[in-house]
């Protein structure tokens, strides 16, 4: 799992949140719904829901992947996206999630992943953490 940004730079409006996840050929049931989580920053990073897009990888979109419905829990700060159709094993995909601004303070924000197949009571399988980190405009690094 791996999680990327093109704009690192506190405040900064038009950026995406690339989040890449590789399904494993032998997951036996196709991906659902993804849930992310933000673990970790000081500031509650808000999405614009309805620019959320979901390709093959960044280098190498591919078709479009069709996504359902994206909802989050401002509270648990955790965002869902939904796929329809789900996304079979074996498959690489990228959910780009755009926030309405970068954060205003810098240094690590942590995201959990959390994959989940389709059934009834389905049991998430978590993929990982992915750090990102954004540096004041101001000059001043932040403390690790």
């Known amino acids: 799992m791996k999680v990327t940004t093109a704009f690192n730079n506190t405040q900064v409006i038009g950026a995406t ?8 050929q032998n997951a036996g049931e196709p991906m659902k719904n993804v849930t992310i989580n933000q673990h970790q920053g000081v500031d509650r990073i808000n999405f ?4 959320s897009i979901a390709v093959g990888t960044r ?14 829990d401002k509270k648990a700060r955790t965002v869902s996206i939904t796929f329809d159709p789900p996304v079979s094993p074996g498959k690489t995909i990228t959910i780009g999630l755009k926030p309405k601004q970068n954060p205003f303070t810098g240094g690590i924000y942590l995201f959990g992943v ?14 990982g953490f992915g750090r990102l980190y954004f540096y004041s405009n101001d000059g001043d690094s932040f403390l690790l």
Request: hydrophobic share 30%; proline share 8%.
């Open 59 to 72: 280098s190498r979109r591919g078709d479009k992947i069709q996504i359902g419905e994206v909802t989050r």
């Open 48 to 51: 614009r829901l309805n620019k």
């Open 114 to 127: 959390t994959a989940f197949p389709v059934g009834a009571k389905p049991h998430g399988q978590f993929m």
């Open 17 to 24: 949140y690339y989040f890449t996840i590789s399904l494993p």
